[in-house]
T-cell receptor, first 113, second 114 residues
Framework: EPEVTQTPSHQVTQMGQEVILRCVPISNHLYFYWYRQILGQKVEFLVSFYNNEISEKSEIFDDQFSVERPDGSNFTLKIRSTKLEDSAMYFC???????????FGDGTRLSIL | AQSVTQLGSHVSVSEGALVLLRCNYSSSVPPYLFWYVQYPNQGLQLLLKYTSAATLVKGINGFEAEFKKSETSFHLTKPSAHMSDAAEYFCAVSDQTGANNLFFGTGTRLTVIP
């Protein structure tokens, strides 16, 4: 069964550095999402992406965040200048259409030192 | 605005006993509702979904959930717990915009006692 893949599984970065989290959505899916889960808290929506542009973003997704689909298969989340509070598990998801269930990757654990 | 509340951050049941995980939703429009399961060090796996068809929804691994509009609930049940059911369970509601963003509850950790 096709699945969403995320790399790396764990990323350790110094505060203030840029980090790029990578995702390969399921190939025939058109909608892409990033969520994050701070340790012990709920999964929170960050951003959705469709037709090569952001569809919606939460208040968490401020100017330090950006997303890109650089080619036909990858979907990336960039955090420009990381802060301690960015430490979390970041999940990528994709869906075939806007109202279809989202399929999640296994996540990238981001640790900011 | 959409939100879900999961009552009970931890639930323990004996192997073979009924599993009941509670979820109540708040939505300004008819909701789409989902249950996801998260095993340790893994991502979120869809268990089942309600999208305004049948109110009793059957999912994978023997789980089911019933949409009750009068109670704004979407509780998850399984008649007989198995050791492999031990995991974190998340209820989520969709905002039904074009992108269908999900709003998650805080999760319920299910422990199955042998």
């Amino acid at each position: 069964e096709p699945e969403v893949t995320q790399t790396p599984s764990h990323q350790v970065t110094q505060m203030g550095q840029e980090v790029i989290l990578r995702c390969v959505p399921i190939s025939n899916h058109l909608y892409f999402y990033w969520y994050r889960q701070i340790l012990g808290q709920k999964v929170e929506f960050l951003v959705s992406f469709y037709n090569n542009e952001i569809s919606e973003k939460s208040e968490i997704f401020d100017d330090q965040f950006s997303v890109e689909r650089p080619d036909g298969s990858n979907f990336t989340l960039k955090i420009r200048s990381t802060k301690l509070e960015d430490s979390a598990m970041y999940f990528c998801a994709s869906s075939v259409a806007g109202r279809q269930p989202q399929h999640f990757g296994d996540g990238t654990r981001l640790s900011i030192l | 605005a959409q939100s879900v509340t999961q009552l009970g951050s931890h639930v323990s049941v004996s192997e073979g006993a009924l599993v009941l995980l509670r979820c109540n939703y708040s939505s300004s429009v008819p909701p789409y509702l989902f249950w996801y399961v998260q095993y340790p060090n893994q991502g979120l796996q869809l268990l089942l979904k309600y999208t305004s068809a049948a109110t009793l929804v059957k999912g994978i691994n023997g789980f089911e959930a019933e949409f009750k509009k009068s109670e704004t609930s979407f509780h998850l049940t399984k008649p007989s717990a198995h050791m492999s059911d031990a995991a974190e369970y998340f209820c989520a509601v969709s905002d039904q915009t074009g992108a269908n963003n999900l709003f998650f509850g805080t999760g319920t950790r299910l422990t199955v006692i042998p």
